[in-house]
């Protein structure tokens, strides 16, 4: 356990000293007294360091991975030190903080710009060396372990043992034992009860009988879907490119498919999205004992949805399957109408009308009615007008947004500089006969994505009265309408309205056989981030409207 120099981090800090102790498990796996373990060591090396009492705080994240940083108690713990409420971080390891290269650089920079330390009872006090060279090497763990929780994962498969869920049709098996006389992960046994709806579903859609008949007939019966809950179209049909949904399980002809997806992870966002991996790369494994319905089954199953999925100029729009039926992304209001009588998405069908999405898949609302897509936007322009005008003290809404985006591009830019100076210092130590050229290019690599990243937006201006400001927001609103219909602008039109509008609700007119009532919900301090963006997106407002997005 390192002992620090106390007497330059008084006089590096101004004030009272607040230390902030994090601690991180990774996955569900671990020890959850992992953390409070890592709380004990830390706050012992504060107690060595500083004999009098200093204010503590903890930050937590249990169960969550290292590569990710979007963690609530890191985020809390970041938000705190960049409001000088914390000025000194103590950890376990910098591992605990983050694994990614990139991340690290960037929590080093916020500290310094905030006057804050970082120490680790592994690593001592944090400085740039440490962030170079240590967040490499945790980097290069993480893809090292990555890799070999894969490789285990392939042997396992190629053996018959399933490494990933558990599938409809089957349950874990009870019986199996290791040599060890330990219980065997991995074993599978078909489940009649599910394997019975398997083989009807299958030979439903064999006979061409609609997935959606299919899923409203098993949800009639009250027949559980798999997870739980009613059945949907999706769970039948599901991604082919995934294997996922009933149709797609090769499982159920036996064979055991691994390695068909990769999962990548946005480090920003946290959002996770499954890429399809090359074919030639897959695992497949025979596994007999688990077959539950025959080739010959599976072929005719998967020749009917071939033979519905091809598009030929004689085919008529409503003979489409449902799923292939979709254009979503065309649509700029999609994702933003909402069912009022279950609150479930409404989604463009047939006469560009939008339609409960828990209707057509399910049948569990009663909402059948729609309305068209001109009819909400023509109203919609109208209300959001009419809200914008209702709008009283926008310029102090906009200056308090703003206010953080400003914070945010002075990090940015001292983060762009100081990537640089490092990778500068990272080239001298190879001239002095390191050899960092993994570590050189890794960082050249980040140095180029926060180079693409582009200038900081300049911030939008703001007038005290806020007349000019509402009236830049009513020109935007204009170009926003007179393109909505236009696909080509339905992605960052629907990204503008989203900032303003929480939610467009469609809600059956009572006493009457048709008709819907329109209402909308505004997000609070909406109008505020519609006018940044439309500076950042459109600057000036006033460009040409055939530049729209």
Known sequence: MYLFNTKR??????????????????????????????????????????????RVEVYKDAALSGANMLRPGLVRLLEDVA??????????????????????????????????????????????????????????????????????????????YAPAGLSYGYRVKRDGLGADGKFMNGLREIYPEQAAIVRRIFEAFAQGMPARSIVKTLNDEKIPAPAGGRWSVNSVLGAPSRGQGILNNEL??????????RKLRDRLTGRVRHAPNPESEWVRTQVPELRIIDDDLWNKAHANRRRFAVRTPKTRKKDRPFLENRAASAHALTGLVHCGA?????????RGRYICETFRLTRACKNARGTSEEAIGTWLEVELQRSLAAVHDLGAEVRELCKGEAEKALLMNKARADLQARKERLLDAIENGVTMKDVFLRIEKVDTEIRQLGEPVPLPPIDASGKQMKQDLSHALHVIFEHIADPSFA??????????????????????????????????????????????????VQRPKSNVG
Not at 513 to 540: M, T
Request: glycine share 8%; proline share 4%.
């Open 9 to 54: 981090l008084s006089q590096a800090m101004s004030g009272p000293l607040r230390v902030g102790i994090y601690a991180r498990y990774s996955s569900d796996l671990q020890n959850p007294s992992s953390i409070e373990d890592q709380v004990k060591l830390c706050r012992k090396l504060i107690h060595q360091n500083f004999p009098n009492s200093v």
């Open 83 to 160: 409001d000088s409420q914390i000025n000194l971080i103590v950890a376990e390891g910098l591992d605990r903080i983050s694994r990614n290269l990139g991340d690290l650089a960037q929590i080093h920079d916020l500290c310094s710009n905030a006057q804050a330390q970082i120490w680790t009872s592994h690593e001592g006090a944090i400085g740039d060396l440490h962030i170079g060279f240590k967040g490499t090497m945790n980097a290069l763990y993480l893809k090292d372990l990555k890799e070999k929780v894969r490789r285990a994962h392939q042997a396992r498969a190629s053996e018959g």
């Open 252 to 261: 159920y002809r036996g064979v055991l498919v691994y390695n068909r997806t």
């Open 342 to 350: 279950c609150g479930g998405m409404k989604t463009l069908a047939d």
């Open 491 to 540: 992605a960052p039109i629907r990204r503008a309205l989203s900032k303003v509008i929480s939610e467009i609700r469609l809600t059956p007119i009572a006493g009457q056989r048709s008709g819907e009532n329109l209402s909308l919900e505004v997000r609070p301090g909406g109008w505020a981030a519609l006018y940044c963006h439309i500076h950042d997106v459109w600057p000036g």
